[in-house]
């Protein structure tokens, strides 16, 4: 017998143990009940705060990020939004100044309804966000590392380090690390938070959310609380769907991850890119932390900046044909996005950029069809 907590990532996202249906079936049930008999052994009563799909979903994420319990979400901010949520009232948080654009957005908006006080630093930047914490009162620190959609890196030990010696919790946006390349809880965060959306699910049909505690403590039954009376949970068809989509995590993540590897180096020093913005390339400046936090690979995000300015990354993104020129991330389709006019005037985005979600498409044929886009542009 193997030792489970032992198996890596791959084998769990594939073929995890002791998820098996009773009748022997390889895959898992679809089970759409909402409301369960108060005599049934399974613990089940109503579908809002738990059901059987969820409960496998959350047992296989908690497994690969070593975590100890997982909640599944409507969808990734319905998942940030419960971490913010269940902090206490006035609280303190600092938040990096890239990071997934709507979360920011949001967190700036609302943040006098949800009594948040809000600090911003730079990514990566471990000398501001030692300045920005105040001890006892700050009780989040929130990063987002590779950072959407620049791809800075923040050493997530350290920002653990820094967060816990002010009495503070570290809560990692990992949506595009993936539990393949790099476990957060491993290097002392506390809370992991995913768009199950994105690589997760991977094939840009379901709309899902998750968050993966260290600890079961009282933040995370506030937590847990917090989506049972909210009830932002999936359907039990998407939750289906998510664990289908997760059985083939790594060999997705480690294909978009050599192709992003690939072009990116392709196409630094191409005439008609200014820079390429990749962990995965030794010039960016989070490359050493990269590669000892990821292991196997850099992700397959990954942004350029073109000639011509605003006009020359609007003029590529319409004219590649593989790359899809589509918001969101993670699929097995390659998508393009020329960020600056979806941002709008307060982003720190800059105005040639344009951010690519390399598929699993063949490298060759991905790389013809962004070299055809920027010799327009030359
Ligand atoms: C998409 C995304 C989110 C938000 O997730 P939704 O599932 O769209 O709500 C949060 N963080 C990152 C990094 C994302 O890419």
Redesign the pocket.
Known sequence: MTNDSALKPATLAANMPGNEPADGAVVPAWQPATTYENRAESGFSYLRGDGPVFADAERRLAALERGVGALLFA??????DAVFRSLPAGSHVVIPEV??W??RGWLHDERSHLDLRVDMVANGNAEALRNALKPGETTLVWI?TP??PTWEVTDIAEAAALAHAAGALLAV?S??ATPILTRPIEMGADIV??????YLNGHSDV???ALISARDDEFWSRVRNCRMQGGAVPGTFEAWLLVRGMRTLAVRVERASANAQALAERLDGHPGVVEVLYPGLPSHPGHDIAKAQMQGGFSGMMSIRVSGGFDGAAKVAASTRLFRQAT???GVESLIEHRAPVEGPDSPVPDDLLRLSVGIEDADDLYQDLAQALSLIQ
């Open positions: 969808s990734g901010m319905a998942a940030a990071m997934y709507a979360l987002e950072a959407n946006d949506t595009v938070m995913h768009s199950a959306t994105k709309l899902a959310g969101s991330l993670g």
